[in-house]
Structures are given as C-alpha cells and as structure tokens.
C-alpha cells in the first residue's frame, strides 16, 4: 500500500513539473520570437523590471512593463534569445538567458511566480 500511495505522489509531482516546464518553454519561445507583445502576455499585473543602466523598478504595472519592454527592443533591436538555463523550486522558476542583436548580446534574468496553475513573469532583469 505504501508503494502505491508514494508511485501516485511521484506521478502527481511529475505532472506539475511537466507542467512548469512546459510552460517555462512558452515562455523561452516567446523570448525568441523577440517579439515583446508576446512576452508582455506573460507578465504578471505588477513586475519589477530592470533595464541595462536604468535603475530597478519595483512593482511596475504590466501596462508600464510592457511599455518600457517593447521600447528596449526598439531601441536595442533585440533579434533573438538564446537560453541559458533555468530552474525552480515550489512555485518559483528563473530563466536566465541572453538577448541577441546584429552585433551585441544582452544577460536576461526572468523569474516566473505559479499563480493558479499559470507561470508568470514578476521580474525581469537586462544587463
């Protein structure tokens, strides 16, 4: 009985990480489209938010982030995201990756909160 009940839990544990991950690979994708309304979609209703030189910005409106996003990639002309790694634990998950242009490339940390069975982004660091 011990073994059945622990197999159930093991298999529950896997599916909320699948879960995660999947999720987590949206996210990437969406990166990599450099394409930041899609990313913004991601972003949870208050963010903080910091950008290349720019002082951090705590609890942003998703309006304000998506805002001073989409004009860091004009401005930078963010072609592409390359992952780096990423990971978690509980209802926390970081990506950590690098924005790419023609000629330079950009650190990102993003990290992601679950809130009701959905990752998204609640800060977001360029450097």
């Given at each position: 009985?011990k073994?059945w009940?622990?197999?159930i839990?093991f298999?529950?544990?896997g599916?909320?990480?699948?879960?995660a991950?999947?999720?987590?690979?949206?996210?990437?994708?969406?990166?990599?489209?450099?394409?930041?309304?899609?990313?913004?979609?991601?972003?949870?209703?208050?963010?903080?938010?910091?950008?290349?030189?720019?002082?951090?910005?705590?609890?942003?409106?998703?309006?304000?982030?998506?805002?001073?996003l989409?004009?860091?990639?004009?401005?930078?002309?963010?072609?592409?995201?390359?992952?780096?790694s990423?990971?978690?634990?509980?209802?926390?998950?970081?990506?950590?990756?690098?924005?790419?242009?023609?000629?330079?490339?950009?650190?990102?940390?993003?990290?992601?909160?679950?809130?009701?069975?959905?990752?998204?982004?609640?800060?977001m660091?360029?450097?």
């Open positions: 009985m073994h009940i622990l197999s839990c298999i529950i544990a599916f909320a990480n699948a879960n991950q999947t999720e987590t690979d949206m996210v990437v994708r969406a990166l990599k489209t450099a394409n930041p309304d899609l990313i913004t979609t991601y972003l949870d209703d208050y963010v903080d938010m910091k950008l290349l030189d720019k002082d951090e910005v705590k609890n942003m409106s998703k309006n304000q982030a998506a805002m001073a989409k004009l860091f990639y004009s401005d930078n002309n963010i072609k592409g995201f390359e992952k780096v990423d990971g978690g634990k509980g209802n926390l998950v970081y990506i950590l990756g690098k924005l790419t242009t023609s000629g330079k490339s950009y650190s990102i940390t993003v990290q992601l909160k679950q809130k009701n069975g959905t990752l998204y982004i609640i800060t660091r360029i450097s």
